[in-house]
């Protein structure tokens, strides 16, 4: 067996920014546009893809601010429900709704001097979206239920796993928000895109995971490294982490070989649903018109959108099954929050307790 490449002895230069690897082109100019904009104090939008560590970027901002003797506060817009998240960035006075038996103190003032991170900012709704232009433009609010207004100092930086220029367009987020977070962007590329980093990635992770569990996994058989970088990566750096995680937890010796791989990294899943094609319009068609739901004749103007909405059904149900019903799971691999799976399947009918089944 061929001990090749030796992660764990490889050179180290270091990270241009502490706690985040690699020295791609890519993220270079990642690091470049983080040390800019942390000096300022300027609003500043992450995008990028589910894993691609959009919030190591909102730390060293904050870390390498002004701020960084201030707090830094994390909140993620796409975990709670409006009223839940409301009360969790403004917070709220005692007897403001039915559980509200104490006063609270929001993550905005909680982040005064310092910064707030406002992951998943397009999972927030309309209502959410006004009081947060407010915060950005007058530096002000109110907690739930009270009438004082609080002042507040803090940055914001907001992360998105999608383009909210498409949100826009669809009017499911507001302009003028976004132009108000959209100071300075910063677009994270997904690994697929700086696979030359992905021996970087491997070693670190390979030394954090061997430190955890006692183990001594040192050295990577070459065609166990070739398949990490021919892999696509949809889940990013955080999919890469976890099958390294998994890879020491089950090596029996000091290398990691091919075996200790899932089947979807070595290209050996098969493939759980087949590849929509044009040509299955006409099919979709046809099984709408014979259940009553569409005509047949040109008169029928949304039939479009039934289309969409067929497809979009048959996709979140294939899924949920493929992930074992578990939502969060579900929702990370269709690229969506969780409160937006949980409308899509009241939406659609589905039960995801019974396989998707309606």
Not at 148 to 171: G, W, Y
Request: proline share 5%.
């Amino acid at each position: 067996m061929s001990r090749g490449f030796n992660p764990i002895h490889a050179k180290e230069n270091g990270p241009p920014i502490p706690s985040i690897i690699g020295s791609s082109p890519a993220m270079e100019k990642v690091y470049e546009m983080t040390r800019r904009v942390a000096r300022r104090n300027a609003s500043v939008l992450l995008v990028g893809e589910t894993g691609t560590g959009k919030e190591l970027i909102a730390k060293a901002i904050h870390q390498l601010s002004p701020r960084s003797n201030g707090p830094y506060v994390r909140v993620n817009c796409g975990a709670l429900t409006e009223s839940l998240l409301e009360s969790e960035l403004f917070g709220h006075v005692r007897g403001a709704f039915t559980g509200a038996i104490d006063n609270r103190t929001g993550r905005f003032e909680a982040a005064h001097t310092g910064t707030v991170f406002l992951d998943e900012i397009n999972s927030t709704t309309p209502k959410l979206q006004v009081k947060l232009l407010r915060v950005l433009q007058e530096r002000e609010f109110e907690r739930v239920g009270d009438t004082q207004t609080i002042r507040v100092d803090t940055r914001v930086v907001a992360a998105s796993n999608r383009d909210l220029q498409e949100e826009v367009a669809a009017e499911r987020f507001r302009d003028d928000l976004y132009y108000r977070l959209n100071v300075v962007s910063i677009l994270l590329p997904p690994l697929r895109e700086r696979r030359e980093d992905i021996p970087e990635l491997v070693a670190n992770f390979l030394n954090v995971y061997n430190e955890i569990n006692d183990s001594y996994v040192v050295h990577i058989d070459r065609r166990a490294m070739q398949a990490l970088q021919d892999y696509h990566w949809p889940g990013n750096v955080r999919e890469l982490q976890n099958v390294i995680e998994r890879a020491v937890v089950l090596a029996p010796g000091d290398e990691l070989t091919c075996d200790l791989l899932p089947d979807s990294v070595l290209g050996n899943e098969r493939p759980r649903s087949a590849r929509f094609r044009p040509a299955d319009l006409d099919t979709l068609t046809f099984e709408l018109v014979q259940q009553g739901l569409a005509t047949a004749g040109p008169q029928e103007d949304n039939l479009h959108t039934k289309i969409v909405n067929r497809v979009e059904r048959e996709l979140i149900a294939q899924v949920l099954v493929s992930c074992d019903n578990v939502q969060i799971k579900a929702a990370a691999r269709l690229g969506i929050n969780r409160n937006t799976l949980h409308k899509k399947l009241k939406e659609y009918g589905l039960d995801a307790e019974n396989n998707g089944a309606p």
